[in-house]
């Protein structure tokens, strides 16, 4: 899994990128890898610098050239990173052993990742390093959530990282996102009142961007569906080149160079199909439709469904909205 984080605190974000592993660290949410169940790195530095996408199994164009080999750092870039990035499309004819998707195939360190609303969790009570509030706590294991008291029994809610990852825990993490969510809200309402009453006004932080020379931005903020950077070049005052990493083009991502499954994929073989198909009308395909719509997926997508033992194909739609009501 991937995350960026968010919710930046006002007393540690300055925008910079030298400064961003600091207050990548410091926000509600903690941004970072997961691998195995375990944390790799929260430092927003190698999760943008672990950044490639690939396009053997999409409709693009490779891109070649390596302009941009290090960040401002000195960390060093592949060629497939974003800011190495071209787009460029190439439709053509679907091969499964070849290309077959418009999504292109994003990987962390050269693994396919998961992202998700409810991975910020995962990676937030894991890593153990969000600073605790009033109203949330992780534990390393779990993430504590204590709901006030109003119209609602107060009562602490416990999210605990579950033993095993699968359809059912991506909706149960995803319904104790909100809880989550509106628990960071009502930390920054407070905050918010605080330093008002302190005289700190200011919303915003003026900045110009430069006529001469070249400047690479990282934008790490994640979407409610979970993990999202942007990824800008910007040539004496013009933006030369944008490229945009979302959480649905993680988990919709074909296949990797080397033959590794994208979510998606991973996440529906081997599903058993419990509904008969002797009626190709009445079928619906509801238990691969389960597992794919508990990624919250952004797009419109058509799922296919095929019986080996007979020539019906069936197509089933799977579509959320921008909220991810269905």
């Known amino acids: 899994m991937i995350d960026t984080g968010v919710w ?12 961003c592993d600091k207050w990548g660290n410091d926000r509600w949410s903690t941004p970072g890898v997961l691998v195995d169940g375990e944390v790799v790195t929260t430092n927003l530095k190698e999760v943008n610098a672990g950044l490639e996408e690939f396009v053997d199994h999409s409709y693009y164009e490779k891109w070649k050239g390596h302009e941009y080999k290090k960040d401002p750092s000195g960390m060093p870039l592949s060629p ?4 190495n990035k071209e787009t460029i499309p190439k439709p053509g004819k679907q091969s499964w ?6 999504d292109t195939c994003p990987t962390w360190d050269r693994m396919p990742m998961e992202a998700g609303a409810y991975t910020r969790m995962y990676m937030t009570a894991k890593a153990k390093k969000a600073p605790d509030s009033q109203f949330l706590e992780n534990t390393g294991h779990s993430m504590k959530i204590k709901v006030p008291k109003h119209q609602l029994p107060g009562k602490t809610l416990e999210w605990n990282i579950p033993e095993h990852w699968n359809a059912f825990e991506r909706n149960r993490a995803r319904a104790y996102c909100i809880p989550y969510s509106a628990a960071v809200a009502m930390d920054n309402w407070l905050l918010a009142q605080q330093l008002i009453r302190d005289g700190h006004t ?12 070249t400047q690479i931005g990282f934008g790490a903020w994640g979407a409610g569906r979970g993990f999202l950077t942007h ?3 910007v040539k004496d005052g013009v933006i030369d080149n944008y490229q945009i990493v979302t ?8 296949r990797t160079p080397w033959g590794a499954m994208g979510p998606y ?8 199909i419990l509904e008969k198909f002797d009626n190709p009308d009445k079928f619906q ?8 719509r508990s990624f919250d997926p952004c797009m419109p997508c058509t799922t296919h469904i095929m019986d080996n033992d007979s020539d019906h194909i069936v197509k089933r739609e799977v579509t959320t909205c921008a909220c991810g009501i269905e």
């Open 8 to 19: 930046d605190r006002p007393d540690s974000y300055d925008a910079t990128f030298e400064n």
């Open 80 to 83: 497939n990173h974003p800011w």
């Open 97 to 102: 052993r070849d290309r077959y998707s418009w």
């Open 202 to 213: 200011e919303v915003s932080t003026p900045y110009e961007i430069p006529k001469k020379g």
């Open 231 to 233: 990824h800008l070049i």
């Open 247 to 254: 959480p649905s083009t993680l988990n919709a991502a074909p």
């Open 265 to 272: 994929e991973e996440a529906v073989l081997n599903t058993p």
């Open 285 to 292: 395909g509801i238990d691969i439709l389960r597992a794919i």
